[in-house]
Nanobody, 124 residues
Framework: QVQLVESGGGLVQAGGSLRLSCAAS????????MGWFRQAPGKEREFVAV????????YYADSAKGRFTISRDNAKNTVYLQMNSLKPEDTAVYHC?????????????????WGQGTQVTVSS
């Protein structure tokens, strides 16, 4: 089992930045690929970014490329999502998730463990 707890969300003005954290506990966090997803009100959950267990591979949704950066610190059992140049359309609940291997299709592959999420609200 892997338990995931997100933090770092909040209210920010358009153009601002936030850094989300996802603290993991349980078995072998460092061996899991970690992803970030988001779900806006009335919309389906969407993929944001993924990082391999060593951090050597990353992949971003088009909406995140150039603005968001995913990283991890296995010594701290934590994965991060640095979000810059935020837009009102980034408003959503952001969830982190874990799976035992790097996804073959980052946009559609399933994940085994999920956090409860942290709210990000970007005002215009």
């Amino acid at each position: 089992q892997v338990q995931l707890v997100e933090s770092g969300g909040g209210l920010v003005q358009a153009g601002g930045s936030l850094r989300l954290s996802c603290a993991a506990s349980g078995r072998t966090f460092s061996s899991y690929a970690m992803g970030w997803f988001r779900q806006a009100p009335g919309k389906e959950r969407e993929f944001v970014a993924v990082i391999s267990w060593r951090g050597g591979r990353t992949y971003y949704a088009d909406s995140a490329k150039g603005r968001f950066t995913i990283s991890r610190d296995n010594a701290k059992n934590t994965v991060y999502l640095q979000m810059n140049s935020l837009k009102p359309e980034d408003t959503a609940v952001y969830h982190c998730a874990a799976r035992p291997d790097y996804p073959s299709d980052p946009l559609t592959s399933s994940y085994d463990y999920w956090g409860q999420g942290t709210q990000v609200t970007v005002s215009s």
